[in-house]
Every structure is written in C-alpha cells, then in structure tokens.
T-cell receptor, first 116, second 116 residues
Framework: AQKVTQAQTEISVVEKEDVTLDCVYE???????LFWYKQPPSGELVFLIR??????QNEISGRYSWNFQKSTSSFNFTITASQVVDSAVYFC?????????????FGQGTELSVKP | DAGVTQSPTHLIKTRGQQVTLRCSPK?????VSWYQQALGQGPQFIFQ???????QRGNFPDRFSGHQFPNYSSELNVNALLLGDSALYLC???????????????FGPGTRLTVT
C-alpha cells in the first residue's frame, strides 16, 4: 500500500537556523516520483522540488537541499539559513508510475514556524 | 499567464444541501485533479479528469461527482452534504494528459467549504 509519513507535526526554529523536514514513504512500485510542496497561510500548494526513484543524487538549489535514500525509503528536505517567509506547512508527496492517473499521495504535513 | 483559479473562495452550506465548486486550469494544461484537505491533514485525492472523462478516482463516495468541459475547466459537485465534508477543496492541473505521473501539479488557492 502506498503511504507517506511525516512524523514531525510542528517545528519551530529561530531565523537563520537550518531545519530538516523528514519524510518516509511506502510503495510497491519501482518507478515513482517524490515531491515537496509548501502551503503558506493563503492555502495554495506551491511545488518546491521533485525527485525520481532512479536518481539518488542529492542536490542543492539555493537554500533548499534534499536527501533521498531508497534504502531507508526517506526523502528529507532541508532549508538552510531559514527565514520568516519560510513559515508554512510543508508536504511530502508520492506519485507512482503504476498509478497511471498520477495522483499524489500526501503526508500529514509539517508546520514550520520561523521566528525572528 | 494565469495560474489555477477556483471559485468561490468560501462557501457555507447546510447539511443535506448540494454544492458545486469550479476550477479553471493553468493555461496549456488539460488534466484536472481534485483534492479534499481536512483541517490539519494532508490533501486526499478525490478524482481526476482528462478529455472530459473521469480517469481515476480516490476513496470517496458517489456523492462526490465531477465534470470537465471542452475548455478543460472542471466542476466538483457534492450532494447530500455532511458535516464531515467541511474542508478545503483544492483543484490541481497538469499538462499533457498522456504523460503524467512525473509532472508536478499546479494547485489553485482552494475553496473553503463549511457545512453547518
């Protein structure tokens, strides 16, 4: 069964701290994509990053970086030097190739609060 | 370039009534998905429309139905509203209906439905 788990419900940091958001997933499919979305108070989900199941190379994009490890089924997301504007709910999501419609399976979300 | 738009922004209905929510996809996108997000939860997939047909459906009762028009816009209808239907309803669009599991979906701001 497909499942995404974000064990951290809420995280609070002080501005300029680094913060890592955890994500663990379950899937039987061998081909899948993992996503991170941000949901600010306005409600609109904003796409941040995407990683496919065949590419475990970790990357950095500006203040964002991610660590994808198939061996532990984890796809963690790090914000470096956090800013107040990073305050939002962050969702990890899974999309499987066998699931031809491309539906996204979301975790419960992690609410990040960055204090000045 | 307009993003995904949804109407109305907020809606209050009484238990047992029917409601219609509307969505216009991002320009150039032909696939529309609907998600329900209860308070404090991650979005749950309702169904997806492509070429005016329901392509995939999540675990939602038949009270939830939809439609896609030739211009790719879509409606979500919910009959016999229950208190538990109170949620944020998100519409997402993606391009190229034939190839979809790896495309990021673009979300609208959502419609906040309150059932009293």
């Amino acid at each position: 069964a497909q499942k995404v788990t974000q064990a951290q419900t809420e995280i609070s940091v002080v501005e300029k701290e680094d913060v890592t958001l955890d994500c663990v997933y379950e899937t039987r499919d061998t081909t899948y994509y993992l996503f991170w979305y941000k949901q600010p108070p306005s409600g609109e989900l904003v796409f941040l990053i995407r990683r496919n199941s065949f590419d475990e190379q970790n990357e950095i994009s500006g203040r964002y970086s991610w660590n994808f490890q198939k061996s532990t089924s984890s796809f963690n997301f790090t914000i470096t030097a956090s800013q107040v504007v990073d305050s939002a709910v962050y969702f990890c999501a899974l999309s499987e190739k066998d699931n031809q419609g491309g539906k996204l399976i979301f975790g419960q979300g992690t609410e990040l609060s960055v204090k000045p | 370039d307009a993003g995904v738009t949804q109407s109305p922004t907020h809606l209050i209905k009484t238990r047992g009534q029917q409601v219609t929510l509307r969505c216009s996809p991002k320009s150039g996108h032909d696939t529309v998905s609907w998600y329900q997000q209860a308070l404090g939860q991650g979005p749950q997939f309702i169904f997806q429309y492509y070429e005016e047909e329901e392509r995939q459906r999540g675990n939602f009762p038949d009270r939830f139905s939809g439609h896609q028009f030739p211009n790719y816009s879509s409606e979500l209808n919910v009959n016999a509203l229950l208190l538990g239907d109170s949620a944020l309803y998100l519409c997402a669009s993606s391009p190229y209906g034939q190839v979809y599991y790896y495309y990021e979906q673009y979300f609208g701001p959502g419609t906040r439905l309150t059932v009293t």
